[in-house]
């Protein structure tokens, strides 16, 4: 008993002591062999194998301390994967606390209206900062593993900037594209104009995509639109160029042929009634309020002015004089 009795202050004051060492690494800021200095931590990691990948890549000198503190704040469990940087050098207290709430290395990619699913995909796999897991998969094959419930991506997926931690799964970003293009897609849907020639939220994504593309100024979206619609309305060809190239596809070389205008394919607007079987472009939300609250005026007709506008004509006739006017 007696010697317990002498041991037990020795070990207390090595316990503090190591404590005391400890809380003194903790809190000076680590040596760092380059700045800024960029590691990884793979999903799945423990907090042994994320101390090694620091150390491999130079983040961090001291692992038993490291590896000493997450234990003692309870941290071991909390790690986050990804791409992390630091621009400074810093202590193992603010490393695990980077780490451990996931403050990684940002990246972001921005998506613009009036692409197609194909140019989408290029850009997605063109960009540093995403892994891409979509790369050789099918359209089809994509669309299952964003959980989506249609196999066509054409238009699904919202054109927005979007952040995301480097490294992250380019799958991931479809999938918060596509879930917000369907969120907004239908709150308009629910709020649209009575008697639209409408029947369901995807017709009307399609007409706003046509919109979209036949756009030039934005003071004349719903113009646009409301040509579009009083067409259908009267069962009229909606007659536009942008879905003729759009069926064309890869083999359009920028100029539209009067031959292409009467080739029929499924999106050839001036051979076929109503809308095409899909959307042709992303279109923005602008571009779907206008589809589902077009301007009221009897307009059938409309022609670049020049500048980026189009005059609007309810006849031929005034369609015709228009046309001489702007364009020959």
Sequence with gaps: MRTINRLFPLALLL????????????????????????????????????????KQAGALENDWAFL?????????????HGNYQLEKPVSHFELLDIISSGRTEQSQLTI????????????????????????????TEIM???????????????????NFSSGSSDLLVLKRAYQTMQKLLLSNWEKRDVGLPLNTPYQALI????????????????????????RLRIKMRLQTDP?????????????????????????????????????????????????????????????ARGDGSSHFSSTLTEHNNAVNRYQK
Excluded at 68 to 80: H, P
Excluded at 128 to 139: W, Y
Excluded at 207 to 217: H, N, P, R, Y
């Design 68 to 80: 000493a503190l997450a234990r003692v704040l309870n941290k071991a469990k909390q790690i986050k």
């Design 144 to 162: 299952q593993k964003i959980g989506a419930s249609e196999t066509f991506a054409e238009c699904l997926f919202f054109p927005d900037t979007y």
């Design 112 to 139: 613009v209206e009036g692409q197609t699913f194909k140019e989408l995909r290029t850009l997605l796999n063109a960009h540093a900062g995403l892994s891409h897991d979509s790369a050789a998969m099918s359209e």
């Design 15 to 54: 316990a503090v002591t190591l404590l005391g060492l400890l809380a003194y690494i903790s809190f000076i800021p680590n040596p760092l062999p380059r700045t800024p200095i960029e590691f990884s931590l793979k999903p799945g990691s423990s907090l042994k194998g994320a101390v090694s990948q620091m």
């Design 243 to 303: 879905t003729v190239i759009y069926g064309i596809g890869d083999k359009f070389d920028g100029n539209l042929r009067r031959r292409d205008l009467t080739a029929d394919t499924a999106y050839n607007t001036y051979t076929r009634n109503g809308l095409t079987p899909t959307p042709i472009a992303l279109p923005s939300l602008a571009s779907i309020q206008a589809a589902l609250h077009p301007a009221q005026s009897n307009a059938l007709y409309f022609v």
């Design 207 to 230: 007409l706003a995509s046509i919109v979209e593309k036949e756009t030039g100024q934005a003071l004349d979206r719903s113009m646009i639109a409301s040509v579009f619609t009083n």
